[in-house]
């Protein structure tokens, strides 16, 4: 199109009047049609969508869609700041099927009050698609019921410290709470929808069935709760404003704060993304931070609220389970051989799992088990864990130390059996980390009784001083982990003492986590059971 | 490009060369050192020799700042943390002379990429030095750039202050050229674009702090903070900052993902300083909140204390309201400050200001933006300019525009959704205008003092409300007018002396003040 016929066509748009200056009647006119005159499955859904709608906010449900359209209109001139931000935001979730931004709740609400009921429906229906043969899927407003939002652990073979505990603990509340609806979001990351029994089974690490289909859901005067995290900016965003408006209960599951609290060992994009998340947090009302130490980070962030106006979510500690999983005696022969770092097999074995990214601290535990051998001392160093964020300074000082002949071996996983295997062969652990939420490594390897050196502060302290078994180092100075490692070798009284320590320490389970975690995040707001109003209504 | 088969030229030095002698640069960067590492001047002896014995010095006394020293004077570099780190390692695990090999090794790597090892370095010990690197290579006046044009000229006058640049490669600091000094020191307020300084004609030299205070009145770019990092965690001086505000973590919805990703860097950078001097009483408990997460990573943090910072405006007069000119469009001018940017919030003051038209309200409303990339914004102002409302948008205003601005209007409006001090509160105040402006943080704290209007900024019927409010009951505004005249003056004075208490005083080796 040439310059002059764009700008011809500009001026016709403008000659034509604004929505927002057509009369109430005409307006009222357009939006049935747009619903009724557009073919029957979009009649159909649309139908119900406003039967969802109008039943979630307690309304009678008339049959013809004028009058639904009436009865909303009605509603909606008659809510005030707060609710009728929250009533365009249910609104346009349940019409549209997409959850609505912050800045679009706004933006619909300003038109609301500017121009009118009608004026923000006939706005709202006409931005639906209605291309041929396009799909309409069912959309269920769901009040009064428990949300667990999955979507990354359904989606994910991944076995890391965040899936563990997102799929352990929801398993624990599916088998107590039946009524429990998981949840994961839309292929556009605009939408929940609940999850179908194949990605359910995945999520809960169940076996594999078939795939289902999919259904919509908009949470209304509901719980939610995200034992995972959140990372796309496209989810968080659209999450913070159901979590301001959806008049729901919400929890997260809180693990650490590194990426705002240690950037300097995280991949560049995670600082953003982390961030973006917290927007969302800022808007819940109660997390379950997995230790003390994690509970402080998140009170500090809480503290830095301040100048938003918001006091945040209230904060409260639940410290991970330290549940072992005893390998039979087969297995721990399996590992014996598998797992050995010289020819002979008989060298005491140093354990160090996790992956190789500059927060472990590996650098340390390397440095100190060359000067150990330096001067004699006879035992083989394990690594378990895969390359990560910058790893290849960690693996070539590695390959080094293995190419001079050092009893050295780096294996990049483990099934859970052979790792609880090489935690029981194991004389120690070491996990001289410099950050961690909660530090797996430190309560598995006490959970079967082989003591650990770990950093004298945060959440590793906290795990060893719950019973003991623990050599407390400072993981800044390398002087110090070497001393600690030497003793843990050489000390045999000492050694045992720990090891007596361990085996007597408190075993906090799985069910009792998930529990203490539920009445944290669920609390007195949990409801006899799920209601789905969209379902329900006549279409 | 340097031809890598030339002989090394050695620039100008900074320090005098002992007589007599012929040195490399790396030979008067040791030279230099020699006296803080080992006591007494450096003896006349080849480079070689005076690096192995400076290697034996360091490894002898396993400490991390004289490392950061020699690293620095080595690699004409400060290092990172991981580069000081694994120097650290080799020293413990070496001989002498393997690890003075080792040394070069690490070091020149460095040295060759940031393309400082031919020079010759300055090493100042005992002293004061501020890092104004944006505000002196800009003629950008943010509201940073204010603060730094504010507090050089007033700690100019004490002994031993000295501002810094990072030389090029972002490595180590150098003196300012003379037209960076200028524009730290003596600002002028015009608001040209002088051509950059020629670094290759300019006079200037790298500089070493030791055992000094280094201050960071800017938040220094992320390749920097890598270097402070070590600067400051080695202890080899004492690194200290002004804090402005954590929006970056807080409200990255409200921002493109690069300030988020800068700012976590700085805030591995805050973790290592020894004070914050926060420019309010909210941004101190954001820094607060900040320390108060380093307990579970085993680190104390820095102290932090609120220096609220001026409220002062060189040179304002309150307007005398009796005398005042109508403003020029005949109407009620209501006034807005900040780049167009969703945090600011323009969007909902644009929404209250159409309802109050469509009632019938007769006013202007004036946004004075200079920048921002606030799509909605945008589209906003040109929707209300179609329909031909009273909207005026304008940017690029010089000081004296600004002036003549905030002159015609009745009263300021800035709903902003976070702030870390509110600048534009204060200029209003200080201009006799009084301020519609949002009912936490730092702005609520501005405004304690009287002349403004509280509303809580996400609440579109509380700030169309107030809008009302103020342009038509002229008992509210008369009432607002008297409590500013009241109000107490901070000023830049105060502030840089407060600051200086903070920042430099308790630091400085033996107390000096």
């Given at each position: 199109?040439t310059g002059p016929?764009r700008?011809s066509l500009?001026r016709?748009?403008?000659?034509?009047p604004?929505?927002?200056?057509l009369?109430?009647s005409?307006?009222?006119r357009?939006?049935?049609v747009?619903?009724?005159?557009?073919g029957?499955?979009?009649?159909?859904a649309l139908?119900?969508?406003?039967?969802?709608?109008?039943?979630?906010?307690?309304?009678?449900?008339?049959t013809?869609?004028?009058?639904?359209?009436?009865a909303?209109?009605q509603l909606?001139?008659?809510?005030d700041?707060q609710?009728?931000?929250d009533l365009?935001w249910l609104?346009?979730?349940?019409?549209?099927?997409r959850?609505p931004d912050?800045?679009?709740v706004?933006r619909?609400?300003?038109?609301?009050?500017?121009?009118?009921?009608?004026?923000?429906?006939?706005t709202l229906?006409?931005?639906?698609?209605?291309r041929?043969?396009?799909?309409?899927?069912?959309?269920?407003?769901?009040?009064?019921?428990v949300?667990v939002?999955?979507?990354?652990t359904?989606r994910?073979?991944l076995a890391?410290?965040i899936?563990?505990?997102a799929?352990r603990?929801t398993?624990?509340?599916?088998r107590?709470?039946?009524d429990?609806v998981?949840?994961?979001?839309?292929?556009?990351?605009?939408g929940l929808?609940?999850?179908p029994?194949?990605?359910?089974?995945?999520?809960l690490?169940?076996p594999?069935?078939?795939a289902?289909?999919?259904?919509?859901v908009?949470?209304w005067r509901s719980?939610y709760?995200?034992?995972e995290l959140?990372?796309?900016?496209a989810?968080t965003?659209?999450?913070q404003a159901l979590?301001?408006?959806?008049?729901s209960?919400?929890g997260?599951?809180?693990?650490?704060?590194?990426?705002?609290s240690s950037a300097?060992t995280?991949a560049d994009?995670?600082g953003?993304?982390f961030?973006g998340m917290?927007t969302?947090?800022a808007h819940?009302?109660v997390?379950?931070?997995i230790?003390?130490?994690?509970?402080?980070e998140?009170?500090?962030?809480r503290?830095?609220?301040t100048?938003?106006?918001l006091t945040?979510p209230?904060?409260a500690?639940v410290?991970l389970?330290?549940e072992?999983?005893?390998?039979?005696?087969?297995?721990?022969?399996q590992?014996?051989?598998m797992?050995?770092?010289?020819?002979?097999?008989?060298?005491?074995?140093?354990l160090c799992?996790?992956?190789?990214?500059?927060?472990?601290?590996?650098?340390?535990?390397?440095?100190?088990?060359?000067t150990?051998?330096?001067?004699?001392?006879?035992?083989g160093l394990?690594?378990v864990g895969?390359n990560?964020w910058?790893s290849e300074p960690l693996v070539?000082?590695?390959e080094a130390?293995?190419?001079?002949?050092?009893p050295?071996?780096?294996?990049s996983?483990?099934s859970?059996?052979l790792?609880?295997?090489?935690y029981?062969?194991?004389r120690?652990?070491v996990?001289p980390?410099?950050a961690?939420g909660?530090?797996?490594?430190v309560?598995?390897?006490?959970a079967v009784?082989?003591?650990?050196?770990?950093?004298?502060?945060?959440?590793?302290?906290e795990i060893a001083?719950?019973?003991?078994?623990a050599?407390?180092?400072?993981?800044r100075?390398d002087?110090?982990?070497?001393?600690g490692?030497r003793r843990l070798?050489?000390d045999d009284a000492?050694?045992?003492e720990?090891?007596?320590?361990?085996?007597?320490?408190?075993?906090?389970?799985w069910?009792?986590?998930?529990?203490?975690v539920w009445?944290?995040?669920?609390?007195?707001?949990?409801?006899s059971?799920?209601d789905?109003?969209g379902?329900k209504?006549?279409g | 490009?340097a031809?890598p088969?030339?002989?090394?030229r050695?620039?100008?030095?900074a320090?005098?060369?002992p007589a007599?002698?012929t040195?490399t640069?790396?030979?008067?960067r040791?030279?230099?050192?020699?006296p803080e590492?080992v006591?007494g001047?450096?003896?006349?002896a080849?480079?070689?020799?005076?690096l192995?014995?400076?290697?034996a010095?360091?490894?002898?006394?396993?400490?991390?700042?004289t490392?950061w020293?020699?690293?620095?004077?080595?690699?004409?570099?400060?290092?990172t943390a991981?580069?000081?780190?694994?120097?650290?390692?080799?020293?413990?695990?070496?001989?002498?002379?393997?690890a003075?090999l080792?040394?070069l090794g690490?070091?020149l790597?460095?040295?060759?990429a940031r393309g400082?090892?031919?020079r010759t370095?300055?090493l100042?010990?005992?002293?004061?030095?501020?890092?104004?690197?944006?505000?002196?290579?800009?003629r950008l006046?943010?509201g940073i750039?204010?603060?730094?044009?504010n507090l050089?000229?007033?700690w100019?006058?004490?002994a031993a202050v000295?501002?810094?640049v990072?030389a090029?490669?972002?490595?180590?600091h150098?003196?300012l050229?003379p037209?960076?000094?200028e524009?730290?020191l003596r600002?002028d307020?015009r608001?040209?674009?002088?051509?950059?300084?020629?670094?290759?004609?300019?006079?200037?030299?790298?500089?070493v702090?030791?055992k000094?205070v280094?201050?960071?009145?800017?938040?220094?770019?992320p390749?920097?903070?890598?270097?402070l990092?070590?600067?400051a965690?080695?202890?080899?001086s004492?690194?200290?900052?002004?804090?402005?505000?954590?929006i970056?973590?807080?409200n990255?919805?409200?921002?493109p993902?690069?300030?988020?990703?800068?700012?976590?860097?700085?805030l591995?950078?805050?973790?290592h300083?020894?004070h914050v001097?926060?420019i309010?009483?909210?941004?101190?408990?954001e820094f607060?909140?900040?320390?108060d997460?380093?307990?579970?990573?085993?680190?104390?943090?820095?102290t932090?204390?609120?220096?609220p910072l001026a409220t002062?405006?060189?040179?304002?007069?309150?307007?005398d309201?009796?005398?005042?000119?109508?403003?020029?469009?005949g109407?009620p001018s209501?006034l807005?400050?900040?780049?167009?940017e969703p945090r600011?919030?323009?969007?909902?003051?644009?929404?209250a200001?159409?309802?109050?038209w469509r009632?019938?309200l007769s006013f202007?409303?004036?946004l004075?933006?200079?920048g921002?990339w606030?799509g909605e914004?945008?589209?906003?102002?040109k929707d209300?300019?179609?329909?031909?409302?009273?909207?005026r948008?304008l940017?690029?205003?010089?000081?004296?525009?600004l002036r003549?601005?905030y002159?015609?209007?009745?009263?300021?409006?800035?709903?902003s959704l976070?702030e870390?001090?509110?600048?534009?509160?204060a200029?209003s105040?200080a201009l006799g205008?009084?301020?519609l402006t949002?009912g936490y943080?730092s702005?609520?704290?501005?405004?304690?003092?009287?002349?403004?209007v509280l509303v809580d900024?996400r609440?579109?019927?509380?700030l169309?409300?107030a809008?009302?409010?103020?342009l038509?009951?002229d008992?509210?505004?008369?009432r607002?007018?008297?409590?500013?005249?009241?109000?107490?003056v901070?000023t830049w004075?105060?502030y840089?002396?407060e600051?200086?208490?903070?920042?430099?005083?308790?630091?400085l080796?033996?107390?000096?003040?």
């Open positions: 199109m016929a700008r500009a016709a748009r403008n000659a034509v604004a929505v927002g200056e009369p109430v005409a307006l009222a357009l939006c049935t747009s619903v009724d005159g557009r029957r499955h979009r009649r159909t139908r119900a969508r406003l039967a969802a709608v109008l039943s979630a906010l307690d309304t009678p449900v008339p013809s869609t004028g009058d639904r359209l009436s909303l209109a909606l001139a008659d809510a700041q609710a009728r931000q365009v609104v346009t979730a349940t019409i549209t099927g959850l912050r800045p679009a706004l619909r609400s300003r038109q609301l009050v500017l121009d009118g009921p009608w004026s923000f429906l006939h229906l006409g931005r639906l698609v209605h041929p043969g396009a799909s309409w899927p069912q959309i269920g407003v769901v009040t009064g019921a949300l939002d999955l979507h990354h359904a994910t073979d890391t410290g899936q563990r505990v799929r603990t398993a624990e509340w599916v107590s709470r039946p429990v998981l949840v994961g979001w839309t292929s556009r990351l605009d929808r609940v999850l029994p194949d990605e359910r089974a995945r999520a690490g169940e594999a069935v078939a289902g289909r999919e259904e919509i908009v949470p719980t709760l995200l034992p959140m990372t796309e900016r989810r965003d659209r999450l979590l301001r408006h959806s008049r209960r919400s997260l599951i809180a693990f650490d704060m590194v990426p705002i300097e995280t994009g995670m953003p993304a961030a917290l969302a947090a819940a009302d997390v379950a931070a230790s003390q130490a994690a509970g402080d998140w009170r500090g962030w503290r830095m609220l100048g938003t106006g945040g209230e904060v500690a410290s389970p330290t072992a999983l005893a390998p039979d005696d087969a297995t721990t022969e590992a014996r051989l797992l050995k770092t010289d020819e002979q097999g008989t060298l005491p074995l140093v799992v996790g992956s190789h990214e500059p927060r472990k601290n590996h650098g340390a535990v390397l440095a100190a088990a060359e150990l051998w330096s001067e004699g001392q006879r035992f394990l690594m895969g990560a910058h070539a000082e590695a130390l293995q190419a001079s002949g050092r050295l071996s780096l294996v996983a483990l859970d059996p790792l609880w295997a090489a029981r062969l194991a120690c652990t996990f980390s410099y961690e909660f530090g797996l490594p309560a598995e390897s006490l009784g082989t003591p650990v050196l770990t950093s004298g502060y945060g959440s590793m302290r001083e719950d019973g003991g078994g050599l407390l180092v400072d993981p100075d002087a110090s982990v070497t001393d490692l070798l050489t000492f050694h045992d720990l090891v007596r320590q361990a085996r007597s320490r408190p075993v906090r389970t069910p009792d986590y998930a529990e203490h009445q944290v995040l669920v609390g007195s707001a949990e409801t059971g799920p789905r109003s379902p209504t006549p | 490009m031809d088969s030339a002989p090394v050695v620039r100008p030095n320090a005098p060369v007599g002698l040195r640069a790396l030979g008067q040791l030279t230099a050192v020699w590492l006591g001047p450096a003896p006349e080849g480079d070689g020799e005076l192995v014995s400076l290697v010095q360091v490894a002898g006394d396993g400490r991390q700042d490392l020293l020699l690293w620095t004077a080595v690699a004409a570099a400060m290092p991981g580069e000081l780190l694994s120097a650290h390692r080799l020293l413990a695990a070496c001989s002498v002379d393997r003075a080792g040394m690490l070091c790597g460095d040295a060759a400082h090892a031919d370095i300055e100042v010990v005992g002293e004061v030095l501020v890092d104004v690197d944006k505000t002196a290579r800009s006046h943010t750039a204010r603060v730094v044009r050089l000229p007033r100019a006058d004490r000295r501002p810094v990072w090029p490669g972002t490595a180590l150098r003196t050229t037209a960076e000094n524009r730290v600002w307020g608001p040209t674009y002088g051509a950059q300084p020629d670094l290759e004609t300019a006079d200037w030299h790298l500089v702090p030791w000094s280094v201050v960071l009145p800017e938040v220094p770019l390749s920097a903070c890598q270097r990092v070590a600067l965690a080695s202890g080899s004492t690194v200290t900052a002004i804090g402005y505000d954590a970056p973590v807080l990255a919805d409200l921002l993902p690069l300030e988020p990703y800068r700012f976590v860097q700085y591995s950078l805050v973790k300083l020894t001097a926060a309010s009483g909210s941004a101190a408990e607060g909140g900040f320390v997460m380093l307990g579970a990573q085993g680190l104390p943090g820095p932090v204390s609120s220096c002062e405006l060189a040179g304002a007069v309150m307007v309201l009796d005398a005042a000119a109508p403003p020029s469009s109407v209501v807005c400050v900040g780049s167009l600011k919030n323009q969007v909902a003051l644009m929404h200001a159409e309802r109050l009632e019938g202007e409303l004036v004075v933006a200079g921002g606030g914004s945008l589209r906003q102002v209300l300019t179609r329909r031909g409302r009273p909207l948008v940017q690029a205003v010089t000081d004296q525009g003549e601005a002159a015609e209007a009745r009263f300021t409006a800035f709903p976070h870390g001090f509110g600048l534009p509160i200029e105040l205008i009084p301020v949002t943080g702005t609520a704290e501005l405004a304690a003092d009287g002349g403004a900024p609440d579109d019927d509380a169309t409300d809008m009302r409010a103020l038509t009951d008992t509210l505004l008369a607002l007018r008297e409590q500013i005249r009241a109000r107490p901070r004075d105060a840089a002396d600051a200086w208490q903070q920042l430099v005083a308790p630091w080796p033996g107390g000096v003040l």
